[in-house]
Structure formats: C-alpha cells, structure tokens
Antibody
Framework: QITLKESGPTLVKPTQTLTLTCTFS??????????VGWFRQSPGRALEWLAL???????RYSPSLKSRLTITKDTSKNQVVLTMTNMDPVDTATYFC??????????????WGQGTLVTVSS | DIVTTQSPDSLALSLGERATINCKSS????????????LAWYQHKPGQPPKLLIY???TRESGVPDRFSGSGSGTDFTLTISSLQAEDVAVYYC?????????FGQGTKLEIK
C-alpha cells in the first residue's frame, strides 16, 4: 500500500525559504521508473505542477519557478524534500506530493498525500 | 509549454444524467512510437487530495467506478460520467504528461442541479 505525507511549516514570512518534506511508504525511490512529484493549489486556482524527481536522480522543474525550487531525495529515509526560496504571499497554497507512475520520463500521479497548507504572511 | 483547456468551466446536472467534460491540448499528446495518449483525468474534492480517475486517456484506474470513462486522441479528449451520482460532485482536471512542464486544465466544477 502506497502512502505519502507532506510535512513542514504552516506559516512562513515573506522572503523566507520554505522546506517541505514528503515521507512515503510502499515503494522505493531506488526502484527503476519510480518518481515523486510536488504540486500546489492556491485558493480558487487550478492544480499546478512544481517539480519531479526520478529514481535515477533526474530532476524536472516548472520553468516559471525553476530559479526558486530545489528537489532532493533521501532514499534511505524514503523522503523527498522540496525547498522554495524567497516566499511571497502569492505562494500561499496547499502543497501536495504524489507518486509518479507511467514509466520512462512521462508520468501520471496515482497516489497523493493529503496536502499541507502553507500560508505566507508577515 | 503545452496548454490544456477544459470546457465547460462549470456544469450543473441532475442525478442520473450524463456529464461530459472536454479537454483540448495545444499540441498532440499522442506518442507515435507506442500509440499512447499522455493524458490523465483527476477528481478533486474539497479537503481531499486529487484522485486519479483515468490515464493514457482511456484507462480507468483500479477501483474507479465504471460510470467514469475517458476517450479521445491527439488534441481532443473527453471525460464522461454516464450516470451522475451525488458523490461525483467535485472539480475535475485533465493533465498532460507528454512532456514537462506537466500542465493541468483550469478545472471543471461539477454540481448537482
């Protein structure tokens, strides 16, 4: 059974760096063709893909946020960490991590964490 | 970036009616080498994570009721709910995974009339 859970601060100040951790079970990120992605949904807006890391440490980022994002994995801890620098109130959103399936470098997302709400405010 | 556009933005139907949601992509999502369309559909209810319904445009995820079906190829796709149930009230999103950046449609809000 695959499960994922996001953790991190619920409140960050503008200009600060956000660090979110996705802790998962039921799969290994050392297994071929496995990946974990990060997404967010701001109030009243659509889902937005942020970043993805594959079993082979290949990393993909949303071009609009690439300069602010870093995704890493710790295979021994079954964790994926997303950092986002220079946070702004417009980054207030619920952040999700999800297990990627599909094979190769094109993935749909079949298991999702519950999400964590991050508010950016001074 | 591939742009995916859904229609309509919202839909209000009676219980038992058929719901049809469309998704159009700015370029073909059909990969010729394997004849697969790289499009997924998700259901998103408030306070819950998105739920995968359909992948490869028409493959139903395990456990998804068979009233949900996906169709289409290339740039035009459809999610159909054959007989609307109360628990189907949600926002539905299409997502292309042909290449990164992965992109979602703007969402279609489905309500009961």
């Amino acid at each position: 059974q695959i499960t994922l859970k996001e953790s991190g601060p619920t409140l960050v100040k503008p200009t600060q760096t956000l660090t979110l951790t996705c802790t998962f079970s039921g799969f290994s990120l050392s297994t071929s063709e496995v990946g974990v992605g990060w997404f967010r949904q701001s109030p009243g807006r659509a889902l937005e893909w942020l970043a993805l890391i594959y079993w082979d440490d290949d990393k993909r980022y949303s071009p609009s946020l690439k300069s602010r994002l870093t995704i890493t994995k710790d295979t021994s801890k079954n964790q994926v960490v997303l950092t986002m620098t220079n946070m702004d109130p417009v980054d207030t959103a619920t952040y999700f991590c999800a297990h990627a399936s599909g094979g190769g470098n094109s993935c749909y997302f079949d298991h999702w964490g519950q999400g964590t709400l991050v508010t950016v405010s001074s | 970036d591939i742009v995916t556009t859904q229609s309509p933005d919202s839909l209000a139907l009676s219980l038992g009616e058929r719901a049809t949601i469309n998704c159009k992509s700015s370029q073909s999502l059909l990969y010729s080498s394997n004849n697969k369309n790289y499009l997924a559909w998700y259901q998103h209810k408030p306070g819950q994570p998105p739920k995968l319904l359909i992948y490869w445009a028409s493959t139903r995820e395990s456990g998804v009721p068979d009233r949900f079906s996906g169709s289409g190829s290339g740039t035009d796709f459809t999610l159909t709910i054959s007989s609307l149930q109360a628990e189907d009230v949600a926002v539905y999103y299409c997502q292309q995974y042909y290449n990164t950046p992965y992109t979602f449609g703007q969402g279609t809000k489905l309500e009961i009339k």
